[in-house]
């Protein structure tokens, strides 16, 4: 799919046009055409395709490839609203990303995207009390993509992780649904605490790369916290943050930032934008 027509893809036709551009890309790119076969169009449905290509990136001396591929389609089949879950992250990858230029590309490619579907499984593990193995996948996930997910933490669907090297997640944090987040982003505490003390960030924020959010503070909906921002503080829905410690610049242009994807802070009003 050379140009973004995401307005007819759905979670239902995702996996018919995965097939559709696996065949495209095997006639121009015949040396890709074996593995495109073996990871796509030789699957029955996208949650095998998903299986398929977490597996090959996780897999260790550890928990082989077969072994992980297994364990992942049992998550998906007691658990499908993952399913429905990491369909929807695809879709918003390709919306949001300017270097996305296909649905492929972020199954079989992005960090960002793998990490968070590998994610998904641990979660399920977790709330299963499988907490060993949910630990085990985390640190594969880590030492993988340099991506760190507690597997207890909540996270919603529609998820852009933009580049993602170096995020970091706690384990009480909780993310909203449509949030985009780019690299070296951390979602931590400030200290040895117990307890609830990670950020939870409402549906609709955009974090901006390398931003520090520690403690228990709450992000409002339709957010935007700025690159290398430190936030100690809750921030009020469709309010702009940035600075060290983060102060109120401004509100974001739209009243969900994610989708925007806009970085530029000069644009930030001084006015809230139309809900």
């Not at 090959?56 to 499908?80: G, V, W």
């Not at 990491?86 to 918003?92: F, G, P, R, V, Y």
């Amino acid at each position: 799919m050379g140009s973004k027509e995401t307005s007819k893809v759905t979670t239902k036709n995702l996996f018919s046009v995965l097939v559709k551009e696996a065949l495209a890309l095997s006639t121009t790119e015949p040396l890709l055409k074996s593995v495109l076969d073996e990871m796509v169009v030789f699957r029955e449905s996208f949650a095998e395709v998903l299986a398929m290509s977490l597996s090959r990136k996780l897999a260790t001396s550890l928990l082989s490839r077969s072994q992980l591929e297994i364990l992942f389609l049992s998550a998906y089949k007691d658990n499908p609203s993952i399913v429905e879950d990491s369909a929807t992250d695809l879709l918003a990858t390709l919306e949001r990303d300017p270097a996305c230029r296909s649905y492929l590309e972020p199954l079989l490619f992005f960090k960002g995207y793998q990490s968070i579907q590998a994610y998904r499984i641990a979660h399920v593990l977790w709330k299963s009390e499988r907490y060993f193995l949910a630990e085990m996948l985390q640190s594969l996930i880590s030492q993988k993509f340099a991506v760190d997910i507690h597997p207890a933490a909540k996270i919603g669907r529609g998820i852009l992780l933009d580049h993602a090297t170096g995020l970091v997640v706690g384990e009480t944090a909780r993310i909203g649904n449509n949030v985009s987040i780019l690299h070296g982003v951390t979602l931590g505490g400030t200290g040895n605490e117990t307890g609830d003390r990670h950020p939870k960030v409402s549906d609709g924020v955009m974090i901006g790369a390398n931003a520090q959010l520690l403690g228990n503070i709450h992000i409002g909906k339709g957010a935007k916290v700025g690159a290398g921002a430190v936030v100690l503080e809750d921030v009020p829905p469709h309010v702009t943050v940035a600075g060290v410690p983060a102060v109120k610049v401004g509100h974001p242009e739209t009243a969900l930032p994610s989708l925007a994807m806009q970085q530029d802070f000069t644009r930030d009003t001084n006015s809230k934008p139309t809900k």
